[in-house]
C-alpha cells in the first residue's frame, strides 16, 4: 500500500506543475486544448531527434499558461531537462545589453545621433571595402559620413558579425572570436584595422556593435559590464541564473550543446560553452540564462519598463526600441528593426500568425523568444543545438496565436 501511495504522490508532483500552468490559460482566453498542439509538436521534434530537448514559457496578461520541460539537456548522459535550466543564450544577449545601454541614455549621457568616434575616437574616419570578397586588401574608400550610435543599435553602421560566407566576414570573425582577447575592450580593439561592409546607413548587416555599446556602458557608468547589469537589471528583476559566469551549483544545471552528427542524430557537442572564467563581457553576446529569467525580463518591457514598481525605462523609450528604425533596408517581408530587437511592422506582408507591433530576436544555438503588447503576450522556447533555424521562431509563434481564442 505504502509503495502506491508514494507512486501516486511521485505521480502528483510530477503531472500537476504541468497541469496547474495551463489551468489559468482559459481565464486569458488562450485554449488550453490548442496550446497543447505546441507542447505536442515539441515532443514529437525531440522525438524525430531535431531536438535534445526544450523549455517552453508562454504568458498571456500577466499570466503563464504554459511552463513545461522536454526531452534531454544532455543526450549523452540522459538527463532530463528541468524548466531551471540554464541556457547560453547567446545573441539573445543583445535586447538586454541594448535595454541597459538606454537606461543611461535616459540618463542623459549620450544622443542616439552622436557619432560614434565622440566616444571610441578610434573609429573616426572609417574606409569602406568595395569588394567583400578580397576582404582586408580590397580597395577601399572613405566613409561618406561617420558611424552613429543609432546605427550601431540598429546594425546599419556598416560592421559586421563574422557570420557570413564572405572573405570580410571570415576576417572579423577572426578577429572578434578566434583570437585571444581579455576584456571586451580588446575585442572591440581588433575591429579598428578592419574595413567595413558598407557605407553606414545604407545597408541592414547584423553586426557586433553591441559590443561597441557594452565598452561605452562601462564609460558612462563606470562600472564593468557584469556589474552594470547585475545592480541595474538582474538583482532588481530577480534574474538569479543570469550572467557571464556560472557557480559550481548553476553549472549543475547548465544545457549541453548539441550537434547533428555524420549519421544524422544529435550528439553532445565535443566543444562545449566554458561556463566559467570568462572575461570578454560583450553586448553581441556571452550571456547565460533561464527561461524564467528571461521571462521577468520580457515581463518588465511589456509592462512598458515597469516591474513591480521598479521604472527601468519609460515607455515612450520602448515605443522608439520598438519601431522600425531602418526603413526598407531590413529585408524580410512585413518586418524591420528598430534598437535590438526586430519588430513585424506589416501584417499582410509578413504572412503569418502574428501582431504588428511584435518584437523579437533569438540566439544562434536555437533561443527564441517574441513579446506582443498588442496581445499581452510574450513566448520563449529554449534548446541547445545546432544548426541554427529560423523554423523554431516561426513554429513557436504559430502554435501560440492558434491557440488564441478571445
Known amino acids: 500500500m505504502k509503495f502506491f501511495l508514494s507512486l501516486f504522490l511521485l505521480s502528483a508532483f510530477i503531472v500537476l506543475p504541468f497541469q496547474s500552468a495551463y489551468t489559468q490559460a482559459e481565464s486569458v482566453g488562450i485554449s488550453t486544448e490548442r496550446l497543447q498542439r505546441l507542447s505536442k509538436f515539441v515532443e514529437k521534434s525531440i522525438e524525430n531527434s531535431q531536438l535534445p530537448g526544450a523549455v517552453i514559457l508562454v504568458s498571456r496578461k500577466n499570466q503563464i499558461v504554459l511552463n513545461q520541460a522536454q526531452g534531454y539537456s544532455s543526450i549523452s548522459d540522459k538527463k532530463t531537462m528541468k524548466k531551471d535550466d540554464i541556457f547560453f543564450i547567446q545573441s539573445m544577449t543583445k535586447p538586454i545589453i541594448t535595454v541597459a545601454f538606454m537606461m543611461l541614455y535616459e540618463e542623459g549621457h549620450f544622443l542616439l545621433t552622436d557619432p560614434v568616434s565622440k566616444y571610441l575616437p578610434q573609429f573616426k574616419e572609417r574606409m569602406v571595402a568595395k569588394d567583400l570578397e578580397a576582404g582586408v586588401k580590397s580597395e577601399t574608400e572613405k566613409a561618406t559620413s561617420e558611424m552613429t550610435i543609432a546605427q550601431l543599435l540598429s546594425h546599419t553602421a556598416g560592421l559586421s558579425h563574422g557570420l557570413g560566407s564572405n572573405t570580410l566576414d571570415q576576417e572579423y570573425a577572426n578577429?572578434?572570436?578566434?583570437?585571444?582577447?581579455?576584456?571586451?575592450?580588446?575585442?572591440?580593439?581588433?575591429?579598428?584595422?578592419?574595413?567595413?561592409?558598407?557605407?553606414?546607413?545604407?545597408?541592414?548587416?547584423?553586426?557586433?556593435?553591441?559590443?561597441?555599446?557594452?565598452?561605452?556602458?562601462?564609460?558612462?557608468?563606470?562600472?564593468t559590464v557584469p556589474e552594470f547589469l547585475q545592480s541595474r537589471l538582474f538583482d532588481p528583476l530577480g534574474m538569479e541564473d543570469t550572467g557571464f559566469n556560472l557557480s559550481k551549483d548553476q553549472q549543475s544545471r547548465m544545457v549541453q550543446y548539441h550537434v547533428v552528427n555524420s549519421e544524422g542524430k544529435l550528439m553532445n557537442s565535443p566543444k562545449q560553452t566554458p561556463a566559467e572564467g570568462n572575461t570578454v563581457h560583450g553586448g553581441s553576446y556571452g550571456l547565460f540564462s533561464t527561461a524564467s529569467d528571461y521571462l521577468k525580463f520580457c515581463q518588465m518591457l511589456l509592462n512598458k519598463g515597469?516591474?513591480?514598481?521598479?521604472?527601468?525605462?519609460?515607455?515612450?523609450?520602448?515605443?522608439?526600441?520598438?519601431?522600425?528604425?531602418?526603413?526598407?533596408?531590413?529585408?524580410r517581408p512585413g518586418e524591420g528593426f528598430g534598437f535590438g530587437f526586430a519588430v513585424i511592422t506589416n501584417l499582410a506582408d509578413y504572412k503569418a500568425l502574428g501582431s504588428e507591433g511584435l518584437y523579437y530576436w533569438t540566439g544562434i544555438y536555437n533561443t527564441h523568444f517574441f513579446i506582443d503588447p498588442k496581445?499581452?503576450?510574450i513566448a520563449i522556447l529554449m534548446t541547445q543545438t545546432a544548426p541554427y533555424s529560423r523554423y523554431w521562431t516561426n513554429k513557436l509563434r504559430h502554435f501560440v496565436y492558434q491557440a488564441i481564442v478571445e
Not at 578566434?178 to 545597408?203: F, M, S
Not at 527601468?312 to 526598407?328: A, H, R
Request: glycine fraction near 8%; hydrophobic fraction near 40%; proline fraction near 6%.
Open 306 to 331: 515597469n516591474m513591480d514598481g521598479h521604472q527601468f525605462l519609460s515607455p515612450k523609450t520602448l515605443e522608439l526600441m520598438t519601431q522600425n528604425q531602418v526603413g526598407e533596408l531590413y529585408k
Open 375 to 377: 496581445e499581452e503576450l
Open 175 to 223: 578577429a572578434l572570436y578566434w583570437q585571444p582577447h581579455k576584456t571586451i575592450q580588446d575585442r572591440v580593439n581588433a575591429l579598428v584595422d578592419l574595413p567595413l561592409i558598407g557605407q553606414p546607413g545604407e545597408q541592414w548587416y547584423y553586426s557586433a556593435g553591441p559590443d561597441l555599446i557594452a565598452v561605452m556602458i562601462e564609460q558612462f557608468s563606470g562600472l
